[in-house]
């Protein structure tokens, strides 16, 4: 994601300052696998193998075929939906880079037959084309078939009081979800510091981890408050006795400081997400620090206390790092996408939590859309059924800090 130098620790504060920056100096971060402990579990015993498509076909008018998105992959035909999500979850095991842009749906092979069996299809991220996802797949020793979703039902489209910008509702382009996605893979490869605070070097042994029998995820909500959607999403909260950490946009939560006062009365942590969701990489440090700042000012007329900043879909450059030390705040990410901001279906959510989501645990939500809330009951039981403690983001952020292996030198 970046090339930067990290994100080093200041020289010389006030005791303001200082008792800011010890909260989150020598910060250790970090992930436990993503991957729960998966089924293995063979195809059908009725399942074919499958053919890739191996040529780019164009439409009548010349354009490349995954120029329209009524395209996807097939992966097979299982006898009850339960058999369906299995092979998804031995698909993952098996192939999880190359079926990390794949949001995957199953759906009865023929609705007006009853016992007709359940098909297991995935559809790509925008701007990828199918028989380039499955030859890869079919390269890497698995099977898949592109096929036609004319037949398929197009996700319903959002509540129209979703779909404002009023009401924090962000619509991510193609280039931004693919930098989330290789925030996910990424977490998976880098230090378990680095995976969520970027620029830091301390490390979490995994020996440390399991002596102390860690089990910590934290819920993480951005974009919003929705006026409608955050209130739900509170609710469940509440009644689940789940604490987590939201990460509202400034010039929406400045339209709403109830449901601000609401979050933080409630025991969550708020965090800052920028004043206008920019892409900071395109903006001075200075620039970056009057977004930052701004919000934290908002923020605080509501009575909340920000000491994370995320940045908008993950992108953050080192100008952002020196953004948020001057601010005394440490940047955050996430290490489980549940991919509510391209899907906004909840069904399609609990999918890549059944599929990722595990013990340490960072998980990135939306507090703008009813699928998620929809969702959430159902992905705080699964959570908690393989073993998760939900806390704030800055509590986990502080547990590992406490087993970290801090940095022999600060720069």
Same mark, same amino acid.
């Given at each position: 994601?970046?090339?930067?130098?990290?994100?080093?620790?200041?020289?010389?504060?006030?005791?303001?300052?200082?008792?800011?920056?010890?909260?989150?100096?020598?910060?250790?971060?970090?992930?436990?696998?993503?991957?729960?402990?998966?089924?293995?579990?063979?195809?059908?015993?009725?399942?074919?193998?499958?053919?890739?498509?191996?040529?780019?076909?164009?439409?009548?008018?010349?354009?490349?075929?995954?120029?329209?998105?009524?395209?996807?992959?097939?992966?097979?035909?299982?006898?009850?939906?339960?058999?369906?999500?299995?092979?998804?979850?031995?698909?993952?095991?098996?192939?999880?880079?190359?079926?990390?842009?794949?949001?995957?749906?199953?759906?009865?092979?023929?609705?007006?037959?009853?016992?007709?069996?359940?098909?297991?299809?995935?559809?790509?991220?925008?701007?990828?084309?199918?028989?380039?996802?499955?030859?890869?797949?079919?390269?890497?020793?698995?099977?898949?078939?592109?096929?036609?979703?004319?037949?398929?039902?197009?996700?319903?489209?959002?509540?129209?009081?979703?779909?404002?910008?009023?009401?924090?509702?962000?619509?991510?382009?193609?280039?931004?979800?693919?930098?989330?996605?290789?925030?996910?893979?990424?977490?998976?490869?880098?230090?378990?510091?680095?995976?969520?605070?970027?620029?830091?070097?301390?490390?979490?042994?995994?020996?440390?981890?399991?002596?102390? $029998? %860690?089990?910590?995820?934290?819920?993480?909500?951005?974009?919003?408050?929705?006026?409608?959607?955050?209130? !739900?999403?509170?609710?469940?909260?509440?009644?689940?006795?789940?604490?987590?950490?939201? &990460?509202?946009?400034?010039?929406?939560?400045?339209?709403?400081?109830?449901?601000?006062?609401?979050?933080?009365?409630?025991?969550?942590?708020?965090?800052?997400?920028?004043?206008?969701?920019?892409?900071?990489?395109?903006?001075?440090?200075?620039?970056?620090?009057?977004?930052?700042?701004?919000?934290?000012?908002?923020?605080?007329?509501?009575?909340?206390?920000?000491?994370l900043f995320?940045?908008?879909?993950?992108?953050?450059?080192?100008?952002?790092?020196?953004?948020?030390?001057?601010?005394?705040?440490?940047?955050?990410? %996430?290490?489980?996408?549940?991919?509510?901001? &391209?899907?906004?279906?909840?069904?399609?959510?609990?999918?890549?939590?059944?599929?990722?989501?595990a013990i340490g645990s960072?998980?990135?939500?939306?507090?703008?859309?009813?699928?998620?809330?929809?969702?959430?009951?159902?992905?705080?039981?699964?959570?908690?059924? !393989?073993?998760? $403690?939900?806390?704030?983001?800055?509590?986990?952020?502080?547990?590992?800090?406490?087993?970290?292996?801090?940095?022999?030198?600060?720069?």
């Amino acid at each position: 994601m970046n090339s930067g130098t990290g994100f080093s620790a200041p020289q010389k504060f006030g005791p303001a300052t200082a008792r800011r920056l010890s909260r989150f100096r020598y910060l250790a971060v970090g992930m436990l696998t993503a991957w729960a402990p998966l089924l293995d579990t063979a195809w059908a015993a009725d399942q074919p193998h499958l053919a890739t498509v191996t040529t780019l076909r164009k439409d009548a008018d010349g354009h490349p075929a995954n120029a329209h998105p009524a395209r996807m992959l097939q992966f097979g035909v299982y006898r009850t939906e339960a058999d369906a999500w299995i092979a998804w979850k031995g698909i993952v095991r098996r192939q999880p880079d190359m079926v990390a842009d794949l949001v995957p749906r199953v759906a009865p092979q023929r609705p007006e037959v009853p016992d007709s069996g359940f098909v297991l299809r995935a559809a790509p991220l925008p701007d990828l084309d199918p028989n380039f996802v499955c030859r890869r797949i079919v390269g890497g020793g698995g099977s898949c078939l592109v096929v036609e979703a004319a037949a398929e039902q197009p996700a319903a489209a959002p509540a129209a009081t979703e779909d404002n910008d009023h009401n924090g509702v962000v619509t991510y382009s193609p280039d931004q979800s693919r930098e989330m996605q290789e925030i996910e893979r990424q977490a998976a490869r880098l230090s378990r510091i680095a995976a969520i605070v970027p620029g830091n070097e301390a490390r979490v042994d995994i020996g440390a981890l399991k002596a102390s $029998r %860690w089990n910590l995820c934290s819920l993480t909500f951005d974009d919003g408050p929705h006026p409608a959607v955050t209130p !739900r999403i509170l609710d469940i909260l509440r009644n689940e006795g789940v604490r987590a950490t939201f &990460f509202p946009i400034g010039n929406v939560a400045v339209r709403h400081p109830r449901i601000i006062q609401r979050i933080v009365q409630e025991g969550h942590e708020v965090g800052n997400h920028s004043l206008t969701h920019p892409n900071m990489r395109n903006l001075s440090t200075e620039a970056q620090r009057m977004e930052i700042a701004e919000t934290n000012r908002i923020l605080a007329v509501s009575g909340a206390d920000p000491v994370l900043f995320r940045p908008p879909a993950g992108r953050w450059n080192n100008d952002t790092l020196k953004a948020v030390e001057q601010e005394n705040m440490s940047p955050a990410l %996430w290490n489980v996408d549940t991919r509510d901001w &391209f899907t906004r279906d909840a069904g399609k959510i609990m999918a890549q939590v059944e599929a990722t989501g595990a013990i340490g645990s960072v998980v990135l939500m939306h507090t703008t859309y009813n699928a998620t809330a929809e969702a959430l009951p159902k992905a705080i039981g699964l959570l908690r059924m !393989r073993g998760c $403690r939900f806390v704030t983001l800055s509590e986990w952020i502080t547990s590992l800090n406490s087993l970290a292996t801090p940095r022999v030198a600060q720069r």
